[in-house]
């Protein structure tokens, strides 16, 4: 029989070796490929251009411009369920930019998720995505920030991730654990017989990074599926800044099965098509910041991949267009105070048949959004509005007002129970505490 203090004793022992290994591990360097210098030229000015293309595809100043700095010199701050995060100066400014990167060293931030100094980036950076980028592509993208960007001298300070979070060598056994491996291939086209559906394949898993929002997030943060191989790629779900980002699978209730493939690619352009808006600052700034300045064949082709993804299992909404309520509103019979709230506060835009009115109002019967399992977003929105970005050609820039200040959190609940189950919507209805939860989070901190 071993005592308890030896017990104890081997415990400690084992846990020291255990830590001892985890630490080696993260401390050992990682190794990549060099990209092939022969294809590059430094300078060429058709690689700057294809790289300004890929910086607006890549949506990298979304990120790295600060609401009212210079363009890439960083300093925006980025939410993360550990802490504030801020963007860097990735302008070619060489003491506070990246200037003084060669190709290899900004590869390895860009795809690799490894900093100049070695240590490992936050995801927030979404190198699990970019690392599906070509070796090419990366090229013409150092030609663009090295010689088409202007250089901007600034120095932030620190991130206020709290200690012990803030160390970088757990996040380097978090790169090692989940992040695609260094020497992991990029993108591989020839397993799509379309190339257009390959293009699309490849602009929304590698520089579009569409699924850092719209795929679910396991247990340690990391994207469940980096592309269509697992049907949870894209499924929706996640919860950004305060808005659901939606399924964008098959499905017909609250995915895109019922979105034809112009609907996909006016959103994409204007954050509008004839019957849906987009709500809320996370998907608005995609628009406003990338997607908008797509080419046609190239928002194209986004359109046509997503709609070759079929629909995930988990399905708790549905549709099926219903004219009993449209009708039961327009002879003032009002089934519960859900429908009568409606009737006051929404159907003077939405309409009664919760169709609204093409590109002026969304249409609610049906909608998406309206049928995301979580209602996060819906409860925002109905407490706090959203306005449109302005987008040159859109039919629209009209908001939607808030009504926090007059509904209550049942009012709101029942209000949202009754358009998620009206005209044929059926999804899980809104408890008050959703309500109460949202409205905390979402209103600015009363002094
Ligand atoms: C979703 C937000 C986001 C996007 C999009 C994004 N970045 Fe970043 N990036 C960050 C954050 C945050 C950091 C700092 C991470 C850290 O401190 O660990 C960073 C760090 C970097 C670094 C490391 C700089 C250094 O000094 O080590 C480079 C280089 C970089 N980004 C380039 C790019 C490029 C090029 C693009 C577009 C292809 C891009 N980023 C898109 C958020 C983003
Ligand atoms: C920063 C996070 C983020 C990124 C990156 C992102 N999205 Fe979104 N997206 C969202 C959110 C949040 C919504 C929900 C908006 C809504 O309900 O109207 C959304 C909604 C959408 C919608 C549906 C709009 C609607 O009204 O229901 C489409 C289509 C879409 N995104 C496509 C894309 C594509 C394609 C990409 C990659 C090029 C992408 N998104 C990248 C957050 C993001
Ligand atoms: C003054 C006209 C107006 C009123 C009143 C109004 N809305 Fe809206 N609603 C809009 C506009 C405009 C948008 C698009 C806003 C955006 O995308 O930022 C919108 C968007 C929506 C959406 C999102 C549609 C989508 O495609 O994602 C829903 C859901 C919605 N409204 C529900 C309601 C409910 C519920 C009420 C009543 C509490 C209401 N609205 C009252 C004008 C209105």
């Known amino acids: 029989m071993t005592s308890p203090a030896r017990r104890s004793a081997m415990a400690l022992a084992i846990a020291v070796i255990v830590f001892a290994v985890v630490l080696a591990n993260a401390l050992w360097p990682t190794q990549s490929h060099i990209i092939g210098a022969n294809s590059f030229v430094r300078g060429d000015s058709a690689s700057i251009e294809r790289g300004r293309y890929l910086s607006v595809a890549a949506g990298c100043a979304a990120c ?3 609401a009212a700095g210079k363009d890439f010199a960083g300093g925006r701050p980025i939410a993360s369920p550990i802490g504030t995060i801020y963007s860097t100066n990735i302008t070619p400014d060489r003491g506070t930019g ?35 980028m070509r070796d090419e592509d990366v090229a013409d993208l150092y030609n663009y920030f090295m010689a088409g960007v202007e250089p901007v001298s600034i120095q ?24 695609p491996a260094a020497d992991a291939p990029p993108f591989d086209a020839s397993r799509f017989n379309d190339p257009v559906v390959a293009r699309g394949a490849y602009l929304v898993q590698g520089p579009g990074h569409c699924g850092a929002c719209h795929t679910p997030r396991g ?7 980096l592309d269509e191989s697992s049907e949870l790629y894209l499924a929706g779900g996640q919860v950004i800044d ?11 209730a609250d995915g895109l099965g019922n979105w ?9 352009r204007m954050a509008r098509d004839t019957r849906h808006a987009v709500i809320g600052a996370a998907m608005g700034e995609v628009v406003l910041h990338s997607t908008q300045y797509l080419m046609d064949g190239d928002l194209q082709a986004i359109a046509s991949y997503l709609k ?19 009708a039961a509103l327009a002879a003032g019979r009002e089934a519960d105070r859900g429908a009568q709230l409606y009737l006051d506060n929404c159907s003077a835009c939405h309409r009664s048949g919760g169709a609204g009115s093409a590109n002026v109002f969304p249409e609610i019967a049906g909608n998406s959004s309206v049928l995301s399992p979580d209602p996060t977003s819906l409860i925002r929105l109905v407490l706090r509005g959203s306005s449109l970005p302005r987008i040159p050609g859109s039919p629209s820039a009209l908001g939607m007002p808030g009504f926090g200040w007059r509904l209550s959190n049942a009012e709101v ?5 009754f358009i998620r189950n009206s005209w044929g919507n059926r999804a899980p209805s809104v408890s008050p505490r959703e309500v109460a939860h949202v409205r905390a989070a979402s209103e600015p901190a009363r002094k």
């Not at 060293?105 to 690799?112: G, H, K, P, T």
């Not at 932030?156 to 992040?179: D, E, G, M, Q, T």
């Open 156 to 179: 932030y300070s620190a991130n206020s991730i709290p200690w012990p979070l803030s160390v970088r060598w757990p996040v380097a056994i978090w790169r090692k654990l989940f992040a």
């Open 260 to 268: 034809s493939k112009d609907d996909i690619v006016a959103t994409l």
């Open 64 to 66: 790295h411009t600060a």
């Open 219 to 225: 247990f340690s943060l990391q994207e469940k599926a």
């Open 242 to 252: 305060g808005w659901v980002a939606v399924n964008l699978r098959g499905n017909s």
């Open 413 to 417: 609940a029942q209000l949202l129970t």
């Open 98 to 132: 990246i200037g003084s990167f060669n190709l290899d060293q900004f590869d390895r931030a860009v795809r690799r998720g490894i900093g100049s100094r070695g240590g490992t980036l936050y995801p927030a950076m979404p190198y699990p995505s970019y690392s599906r």
């Open 308 to 326: 070759t993804l079929p629909p995930a299992r988990s399905d708790s909404s549905a549709f099926a267009a219903n004219p009993a309520t449209a």
